[in-house]
């Protein structure tokens, strides 16, 4: 049974950076077209997906915020990070780490953590 | 603005039958890449409900089915209960952002 966790802060300030970890298990990097990203959700709005690396590090951003998004993974350690710059009040959501499938879709997901921007 | 269109809100009463649907464009549904959709209900994580148009994962019952249409897509849910009061999503790939893009969302009610 995949399961993915995130953890991080609950409240970051303005203009500081979030930096999130997804720690997973029970499912292998090494297949192609597997990956694991990241998708966010505002209070009482819609899904957004932000980034997602591959089973072989190629790594895909949103573009609308891919100047302020870094994701990266040690398999090692069964973790992926993700890092986003310039956080702002608007960036103010639940955060998911998922697990995404050669065919495109999100299988499994972790609870979420939600992360307030507020000074 | 989601790149994917649902309707906001749909609702039934128990026992009826409701469709969700999901409009993209030429560089994501219309270009052949799947569709999925998910559940999410209140407080909750998503859950993948149907995955390339029309697979139901091991677990979701039959009452949920998918379809598509050109550059559409839809979710059908026959025999409404309860507890399918939920938000649905669809979600898709688009190669003019080269990332997933998911749907506004549609909140079902069952009446």
């Known amino acids: 049974q995949i399961t993915l966790k995130e953890s991080g802060p609950t409240l970051v300030k303005p203009t500081q950076t979030l930096t999130l970890t997804c720690t997973f298990s029970?499912?292998?990097?090494?297949?192609?077209?597997?990956?694991v990203g990241w998708i966010r959700q505002p209070p009482g709005k819609a899904l957004e997906w932000l980034t997602l690396?591959?089973?072989?590090?190629?790594?895909r951003y949103s573009p609308s915020l891919k100047s302020r998004l870094t994701i990266t993974k040690d398999t090692s350690k069964n973790q992926v990070v993700l890092t986003m710059t310039n956080m702002d009040p608007v960036d103010t959501a639940t955060y998911y780490c998922?697990?995404?499938?050669?065919?495109?879709?999100?299988?499994?997901w972790g609870q979420g953590t939600l992360v307030s921007v507020s000074s | 603005q989601s790149v994917l269109t649902q309707p906001p809100s749909v609702s039934g009463a128990p026992g009826q039958r409701v469709t969700i649907s999901c409009t993209g464009s030429?560089?994501?549904?219309?270009?052949?890449?799947?569709v999925h959709w998910y559940q999410q209900l209140p407080g909750t994580a998503p859950k993948l409900l149907i995955y390339?148009?029309?697979n139901r994962p091991s677990g979701v019952p039959d009452r949920f089915s998918g379809s598509k249409s050109g550059t559409s897509a839809s979710l059908a849910i026959s025999g409404l209960q309860a507890e399918d009061e939920a938000d649905y999503y669809c979600?898709?790939?688009?190669?003019?952002?080269?990332?997933?893009?998911f749907g506004g969302g549609t909140k079902l009610t069952v009446l």
């Open positions: 979600q898709s790939y688009d190669s003019s952002l080269s990332g997933s893009v």
């Open positions: 029970e499912f292998s990097f090494s297949i192609t077209g597997v990956g």
């Open positions: 998922a697990h995404r499938r050669s065919d495109g879709s999100w299988d499994r």
């Open positions: 030429s560089s994501n549904i219309g270009a052949g890449y799947d």
């Open positions: 690396i591959y089973w072989d590090d190629d790594k």
């Open positions: 390339g148009y029309i």
